[in-house]
Structures are given as structure tokens and as C-alpha cells.
């Protein structure tokens, strides 16, 4: 610990005033600016999604170009996320909290002003990183300051920020857009941002202990190389197969270009897992690994991969469905999907507090199979298909999944020591960006190869397309049946002795 004013921790005195569920008013001030910072900074992440048309005139560039306006975006997550979990060890609460608003607010700035493509995509990658330290902070100080019968309804308030945010994005740049300019997407955040900055900067304490473990460079090269690589890679198996394979050099030069990034990511990140596991022996692992000694985080971060992966590859099917077979305009499809995202959000807390009183099974076994019947359905979507009832599935899809992501957060990091706290949810953030790619690279291959197959036997572009869609859900639906099993043998975690002495009265 240093002798700095910044570096002091919190104290949890035994004659502060405590609410019923065991937080201090100050703990508690602490957790609600986190969980008002984290939901402005995860709004940007899906924002730019409708802006794609409107950017390409404005800016003059391909849609290959503007697309990547969402993929750097998504590559720096995987980039830092890992690394978070050694951030969060060196450096204190409010010194994370003041370093991720501030890269957030400086890239949010950047974008209302960019005067072109590469400072805007520039802009995405400053915003990325600052969005990458907030999660892992807020499940790190929320582990960390809530007591462990607690924990779940807090939790619950965390699925509102993940869910409600990203899906409010693309219906709030859609209305944006018909009435103002794309820079104010960002102009109208920023005020929001540099205000919570202020706030937090005044307001956020210090939590837990900060250690002086020196930074592995190599660990930091061979993380970039493996999460950053296996992610684009699995980006572009998505757009190749998006816009067909051909034999011409540019199709050969891409493919080339994917395997490569693909073999580069898979060969730095068995490097980046051997190093770890040497560093960890002396306690200087930039993502310490030990926490996957727990089988219960283990079997929790399986679960998590294949339902984040089934639910990023809906979330991104279902859109191309309802604009080019249903249809709709991009407004109406925010519109369409967001009643089932404040359903999963809303619900977060409830499910909570039945997870705190219940534990995870009686949630998280029909939250899987409510999810698995959702997709079994949508293998059925045809150019037919009432949009109500497309509205109705989706909410029940998110309710499903709100019943599962909350007591899966919640027994994952509860199983794990309280040092360990950081990097568990640095495993956590990884695991839903390389399952999230993982799923809409395997949805949209599956769609597009079954569109064209379908295409070159005569049938009409539409019922082509829709055939494509049934086709991704049913292979989504095929592995969400792993959620089903998976679901029997996640627990809720007694509770941690040691967690328990830090609010002992």
C-alpha cells in the first residue's frame, strides 16, 4: 500500500450504519454511481449498429469500412478485458474508475468531433477501452462489498445495465438519426459521461487492496495476439460468409487473412495459458488462472459461453430477419426487440432475490429450457411469421436468459476467494466477448451458406433468406440443449467465511 491520499482503502468501521442486506450507505452510493457508469458507457457498444447507412454517405466509405466502426470496438474488448483482472489488482477502485471514464469521455469527444473515418474509428477504440475497465470494476467492488446472502439482488441490478443498455442503443441512434446529425450520438452522451466522471471522481471510494505486482509485458503481447486474434478471426468468418466466397484474389487474400488470424490468436493464446500458469506460482499473473480451480466457476463459465454465444448469435440473426425478410426498417426493429430486453433487465432484481432466498436451480433450469424452446421456435420463422409473435418469443427468450446470466454471475464469482475476485470477472467479460463472436460467426455462416445453397436451387430471394434463418436458429437451438444439461450441476456457493468477517458487526 503507498503512502498516496488515493492509495487509502475504505473503512468498514463495525459502527457504521448499514442497510438490511449488510451495505453502508457509502458502499451502496459506491455501487450505484458504478452501475450509472456502466450503463452509459455499454449503451455505445451497439449504438453505431443503425448508423452504418448514414455514415457510408456522410463519411464516403465501404460498408466494409463503416462495419469496422463496430468491430475495432469489439477487438479492443477482448484486448483489455483480460487484462482488467491485473489492473484492478495494481491500481484502486477510484483510480480505475476516474482512468475508464475518463478514456470513455476523451473517445466520446473524439467522435463529435472526427473529421473523417480513421479519426472516428480511432475514437471507437478510446471508448472501447474505457468500456472494458467498467465491468470488471463494478462485479469486482460488488463481490467485494456486498456480503454473500446479498448478493444475488445486487446482481440482478448489474443484468439490467448489460441487457437494457445494448438493446436501447440501436433504438436510440434509429430516433437520433431521424431527427439530428450521427455525431450527435456521441454529443448527446458526452455531457452524461463527463458528468458521471465529475460525480465519481468526488464520490467513489477505495475498495479491497491494491498490491505492487510488476506488469508482464509478455503476458500483455501474447493476450493482444490470442484474444484479439481468435475475435477477428471469428468477426470474418461472419462477413466472408455475409457476402459470399469467390475465386478471385480479394476472396483468396481474405481467406488467407482469417486462417491466419485464426492459427496467430490460437498459438499466442496457448502461449498467453502457459505463462499465466508460471506466473501465478509467484503470485504476478497478468490473468491469474487458478480461479478455473473451482469447479463450480468452471461449469458456471462453460454454461455462460454457449447461452452468451446462442444469445449474441439471435441478437444479430433476428434483425437481418425482420429488415430483409419481415420487412421492417431498422427503427421498428429496435422497437421490436427492446420489450424483451427491459423484460431481462427489469426482472434482474427479482431473480436476485429469489436466487439469494432459492439458490440457482430453481432458476436456472427453466430460464435454459424456456431459452432452448425459444430457439427450437424461431428454426420455424417463416416470411409469414406474425411480428407479434416474433415479439412474444423474443421476450420470452430474454426472460429465459435473465432467469440464467443473473445466478450464473453470481455463483461464478461467489465461488472464488476474494483476491481472486478481479480476475473471475475479467473471465467473466472475456468469456461473453470470445462466445459472443463465436456465436454470430456461426449463425451468420450457417445463414448465408443455407441462403445461397437455397438461391442457386431456384427458390425466391426472400423464402431463400428466411430459409437461412431457420437454419442458424436450429444450429442454435441444437446447442443450447447443453444449456439444459449444464444447468443441473451449477450451485449457489455456501457463503465465504472470510467474505462474511469483512461485515461482521
Known sequence: MTADTDSLRTVHPSSAIRTTSGISAR???????????????????????????????????????????????????????????????????????IGGMTLFSAGTLTAFVAPGFEVLLVARVIQASGTAIMMPLLMTTIMTLVPAHARGRMMGRVSVVISVAPAIGPTLSGIILETLNWRWMFGLVLPIALVMLLIGAKWVTNVGETRKAPIDALSIVLSALGFGGIV?????????????????????????????????????????????????????????????????????????FVLSLAFFGALT?????????????????????????????FTGPLIGRIYDRWGTRVLIIPGSILAAAVLWFYSTLTEFTPVWVIVAGQVLLSLGLA?????????SLGSLKKRFYSYGSAVVGTVQQVAGATGIAIFITVMSAVTAGAQSAGTADIAAQAAGVRAAFLVGAIVSLLTVVGSFFVRKPADDPEGEQHFAH
Open 27 to 97: 458502499d451502496s452510493r459506491v455501487i450505484w454511481l458504478l452501475l450509472g457508469a456502466a450503463f452509459v458507457v455499454i449503451l455505445n457498444e451497439t449504438i453505431m449498429n443503425v448508423a452504418i447507412p448514414h455514415l457510408m454517405v456522410d463519411l464516403n466509405i465501404t460498408a466494409l469500412a463503416a462495419q469496422w466502426l463496430t468491430t475495432a470496438f469489439m477487438l479492443t474488448m477482448a484486448v483489455v478485458i483480460p487484462i482488467t483482472g491485473f489492473l484492478l489488482q495494481r491500481f484502486t477502485t477510484r483510480q480505475a474508475f
Open 232 to 304: 477477428y478471426g471469428l468477426s470474418q468468418i461472419g462477413g466472408a460468409a455475409a457476402h459470399g466466397s469467390g475465386a478471385d484474389a480479394a476472396a483468396s487474400a481474405a481467406a488467407m487473412s482469417l486462417w491466419i488470424s485464426l492459427s496467430v490468436g490460437v498459438v499466442a493464446l496457448a502461449l498467453f495459458i502457459w505463462r499465466q500458469l508460471r506466473l501465478q506460482r509467484t503470485d504476478s499473473a497478468l490473468l491469474d488462472l487458478r480461479v478455473f480451480s473451482s469447479a463450480n466457476f468452471s461449469i458456471a463459465m462453460a454454461q455462460m
Open 317 to 345: 440473426v433476428l434483425p437481418i430477419y425482420l429488415q430483409n425478410v419481415v420487412g421492417v426498417s431498422p427503427l421498428e426493429t429496435g422497437l421490436i426487440v427492446l420489450p424483451g430486453a427491459l423484460i431481462m433487465g
Open 403 to 411: 432467469m440464467s446470466f443473473t445466478p450464473l454471475f453470481t455463483a
